[in-house]
T-cell receptor, first 112, second 108 residues
């Protein structure tokens, strides 16, 4: 692994299904973030984690949950997907809050 | 009104032209970021600055804290510079506020 990876690359999901987007970084960064990117709205923060064991809500947290059991992994879970969660999801990490963030390649999620 | 606004939203230019993308923000910030999103979707951080000017190759970023304004300049533009350029203001409390992006197309 080099940098930050996300899986899956893309997914089509039926409404009501549960889905976990995976994010893993090997840079030993303390802070990690989940964003969604929608046309015309730019990137919006869903959840963040300043360090392993802690998480916080961003701008658009409803319908999403996260966990940070260790430094490397920061999964994002949609408990019951809805069509409005169709988006491109980016995971990012930084050595500390406020400094340069490194982005994963993104996951394109379609909820039907 | 968005907290971070970019202009123009779309910009098309010929190879070799000098490019300027503007970013104005209404929040108090400790740092401003410029990001580049490639046509394939990947996002790369270009600059983080809190004052003055930074230069990397043909890219120059400036910020005026008093005027709450930042600019990204590209000298001798090339078709490979075609991308979406995003500014983001960091105001603390984990809140990185993003502009909507400027789509730049450089024609050969």
């Amino acid at each position: 692994i080099a940098g930050i990876t996300q899986a899956p690359t893309s997914q089509i999901l039926a409404a009501g299904r549960r889905m976990t987007l995976r994010c893993t970084q090997d840079m030993r960064h303390n802070a990690m973030y989940w964003y969604r990117q929608d046309l015309g709205l730019g990137l919006r923060l869903i959840h963040y984690s300043n360090t392993a064991g802690t998480t916080g809500k961003g701008e658009v947290p409803d319908g999403y949950s996260v966990s940070r059991a260790n430094t490397d992994d920061f999964p994002l879970t949609l408990a019951s997907a809805v069509p409005s969660q169709t988006s491109v999801y980016f995971c990012a990490s930084s050595d500390e809050v406020g400094v340069t963030q490194y982005f994963g390649p993104g996951t394109r999620l379609t909820v039907l | 009104k968005n907290e971070v606004e970019q202009s123009p939203q779309n910009l098309t230019a010929q190879e070799g032209e000098f490019i300027t993308i503007n970013c104005s923000y209404s929040v108090g910030i400790s740092a401003l970021h410029w990001l580049q999103q490639h046509p394939g979707g990947g996002i790369v951080s270009l600059f983080m600055l809190s004052s003055g000017k930074k230069k990397h190759g043909r890219l120059i970023a400036t910020i005026n804290i008093q005027e709450k304004h930042s600019s990204l300049h590209i000298t001798a533009s090339h078709p490979r510079d075609s991308a979406v350029y995003i500014c983001a203001a960091y105001g603390g409390a984990q809140k990185l506020v993003f502009g909507q992006g400027t789509r730049l197309t450089i024609n050969p």
